[in-house]
């Protein structure tokens, strides 16, 4: 039953940081300016890098015979870790 519950409560946590990644690039792109030709190329390029990621770690789970549950959280991982540090790092001030 607490699986249930921290499983909620990670993707509630998800969303958030996936809606404030979105609004904070959106503002960004708003504001033109130079800097937003390198945000829309990191943003491709860390989508990439972490799809990829993704899929590394879940077949490599799979391979050394985890379960597919075991292979989701892993492929799930670096798609979070990407998605906190974009939060962290467009809601800084400059």
């Known amino acids: 039953m607490f699986e ?3 499983n909620w409560i990670e993707a509630g946590r998800f969303a958030y940081d996936v809606n404030q ?3 904070g690039r959106m503002m960004r ?14 943003m491709v390029l860390e989508k990439v890098t972490a799809v990829t990621a993704a899929q590394v ?5 799979l391979a050394t015979g985890k ?5 989701a959280k892993r492929a799930a ?15 800084r001030r400059k």
């Open 67 to 71: 379960s597919l549950a075991n292979a």
């Open 77 to 91: 991982t670096p798609i979070k870790r990407r998605v906190r540090a974009n939060r962290k790092r467009l809601s």
């Open 57 to 61: 770690a879940a077949g490599t789970a």
């Open 4 to 6: 249930l519950w921290r």
């Open 21 to 23: 990644v979105v609004a």
């Open 29 to 42: 792109f708003a504001m033109g300016g130079p800097q937003v030709a390198a945000e829309a190329q990191r």
